[in-house]
């Protein structure tokens, strides 16, 4: 089984990804949130910055772009494939309220010719090779068979199915039976996502859709930076390891030079997916949420660790799908 690490802005920028790939070997890719470009192409500095390979010590991670232009696709490409990278992803999965109506993200969902017409022109003009990140659908996974007819025309490197449609966002259960039942159509490697929290999700995941090879976990490997190595037979989340790799994430983000803030924003984000981990001690993680300066912060983790309140993976799919 390969193992990929999901695309999610706010939390896996190259900071955590070198702090996670140094702390938890075993991840086989590690895909970079979307860079959103306007229509003649321009990114934010910041978003170019978390590609940079000297930002990505090791290996470079898969970029994803999130746009419905051509030209402008076309035009990132080009600037990722002069800084290393061999393989972009196309977000065709953002449900944001913000992104589906322009029809980016699983808005290019929507209208089946101009996907078509989108991905003949990246794909004859662009050098990288194009893999594809989908949602089932807009507001039924009775879509899927339709776009899936339409990704087929193409060469896909990957296509990875988070399997669920726009209108479930994160939260309706991942739809195992349309996923499996697509399977067969797809000629290109597919990689299944959703909700794998524990070995148990995984075990769903594999008994309905025998041979896939390839998974890509979310919100429970942010919980759970062990997650990779339990799914793969190893042990679970020790305390110690994880106040380590906090330690270490902590620190590459001071020293960035982002700032106290914003260093505070990304900690405690990454914290909302954490907090199941002590499912009893509503106390310290109020806490937590409530410093705003970095001593705090600390003061507030050294509480909870010093507690006994460490359940590690004291979560199952349920209460990974009640996550926003
Ligand atoms: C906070 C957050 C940020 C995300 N950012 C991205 C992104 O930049 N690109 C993308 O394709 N998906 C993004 N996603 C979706 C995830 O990659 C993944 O498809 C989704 O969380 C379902 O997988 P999971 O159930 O394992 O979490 C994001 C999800 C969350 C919760």
């Known amino acids: 089984m390969q193992f990929s690490f999901a695309p999610m802005e706010g939390i896996t920028s190259c900071f955590f990804r070198r702090i996670h790939a140094a702390c938890f070997p075993g991840v086989d890719r590690y895909w ?82 101009s996907l078509d017409d989108f991905l003949a022109d990246v ?18 996974a009775a879509e899927f068979p339709a776009i899936l007819e339409v990704y087929r025309r193409y060469p896909l490197a990957e296509l990875i199915v988070h399997a669920r449609d726009r209108a479930g966002m994160y939260r309706s259960a991942p739809d195992l039976a349309a996923f499996s039942a697509a399977l067969p159509a797809c000629p290109f490697p597919v990689c299944y996502n959703g909700s794998i929290t524990d070995p148990a999700s995984l075990a769903a995941v594999q008994s309905a ?59 405690k984000e990454l914290w909302f997916y954490l907090a199941v981990n002590f499912p009893g001690d509503a106390k310290g993680l109020k806490r937590l949420r409530k410093a705003q300066t970095l001593p705090d912060y600390r003061a507030a983790v050294a509480a909870l660790f010093a507690g006994d309140g460490f359940r590690p993976g004291a979560w199952g799919s349920a209460d990974a799908r009640s996550l926003t």
């Open 32 to 113: 970079a949130p979307f860079l959103a470009p306007d229509g003649s192409g321009r990114c934010k500095e910041g978003a170019w910055r978390d590609l940079r390979p000297e930002n990505n010590p090791g290996a470079l991670p898969v970029p994803q772009i999130l746009c419905n232009k051509a030209e402008a696709f076309l035009s990132v490409a080009r600037e990722l494939a002069a800084m290393g990278y061999t393989e972009v992803n196309l977000n065709a999965g953002c449900p944001s309220a913000t992104v589906v109506p322009k029809h980016k993200g699983a808005g290019m969902l929507q209208d089946l010719r």
């Open 123 to 140: 794909f004859s003009r662009c050098e990288l090779s194009i893999s594809v990140k989908t949602r089932l659908g807009l507001a039924s």
């Open 209 to 267: 859709a025998p041979g896939l090879e390839r998974v890509m976990l979310g919100r429970g490997a942010a919980a759970n930076p062990a997650l990779f190595r339990e799914l793969r037979g190893g042990a679970p989340l020790g305390a110690e390891e994880l106040r380590d790799v906090l330690a270490r994430y902590g620190a590459v983000l001071s020293d960035s030079g982002i700032g106290e803030h914003y260093t505070l924003g990304r900690l």
